[in-house]
DNA sequence: CTAAGTGCAAATAATTTGCAGGAAG
DNA sequence: CTTCCTGCAAATTATTTGCACTTAG
């Protein structure tokens, strides 16, 4: 259980586990692509924490100040986020129904990262490559 | 002049031509990076030409429809446009100063789309790779 | 002329913030 | 108890839309 881990990890640092931080938790543990602000609140919902859209963005400013989750910007409506400790990944868009798949990819990125340092100086600390294309169901 | 061809086209096809219009497809033109809503309005400003932030909008939104632009997401406040005409390529942002710059990277990533396509059965439209992280400038 | 372009004010939508009350440790 | 968490309402920011007016062709 990553949420488990998680959770010890905030204790241990001194922060609270209050319902909706360790339900946000074990949330995006379970589900595999990023999730907007409201999916988040929808599915705290489901399992019976009802709590403010506030509580939901502040929730994610101290998960990102923990390192614990990260954006993912696909360039339509909301921003999503994830956990961090998944391994490093990318995703696809349908660009019909919107849903959004994890896609595990090896680090074919490391090389061209290099060329950029070298060629213009910068010194790289992520990147973001993103799929957009239909989905199987939405081709028919 | 890439914008005098693009004005020629529109002409053609039976659009106006306007002051705004003509301006904004020269200032993207000769812009090696992405703008936003409101740069674009402040660089039609200091070229004599002031318009309503609406107005920029539909425009942006009348050169999409005419694919002459597109859009690209950085994950940051706003959502950036950029000639349609370029050759292919990617960005990198600055995490300090917000600096965007393009990118010419070759198509690495063609293999990577297959293999994406034989293991998913997305048919795969377009991706986004962009890149973060410090300018020479920002590493001081 | 006449459809397309434009400004302005108001509407949306995502996200942020101030403040006062409530709960975790 | 005391700091952190939370709700609520109001503020902000990016973008959209309705309506009446203006202009390019």
Redesign the interface.
């Known amino acids: 259980m990553d949420a488990r881990i998680l959770i010890e990890v905030l204790q241990k640092n001194g922060h609270r586990v209050t319902k909706a931080r360790s339900a946000l938790l074990s949330i995006l543990d379970k589900k595999h692509s990023p999730l907007s602000a409201m999916e988040l609140q929808k599915l705290l919902e489901r399992k019976g924490i009802i709590v403010n859209k506030t509580t939901i963005y502040r929730e994610i400013d101290f998960l990102i100040a923990q390192n614990i989750i990260h954006?993912v910007?696909?360039?339509d409506e909301a921003?999503r986020y994830e956990l961090s400790s998944r391994d490093h990944h990318h995703h696809?868009q349908?660009?019909s129904c919107g849903n959004v798949?994890d896609?595990p990819?090896n680090n074919?990125l490391k090389e061209?990262?290099k060329q950029?340092t070298r060629g213009?100086?910068?010194?790289?600390?992520?990147?973001?490559?993103?799929?957009?294309?239909?989905?199987?169901n939405c081709?028919k």
């Open positions: 954006s910007a696909l360039g921003t696809i349908c660009t798949v896609l990819l074919e061209i990262e950029i213009t100086g910068y010194m790289i600390e992520k990147h973001a490559l993103e799929f957009f294309g239909l989905c199987k081709q």
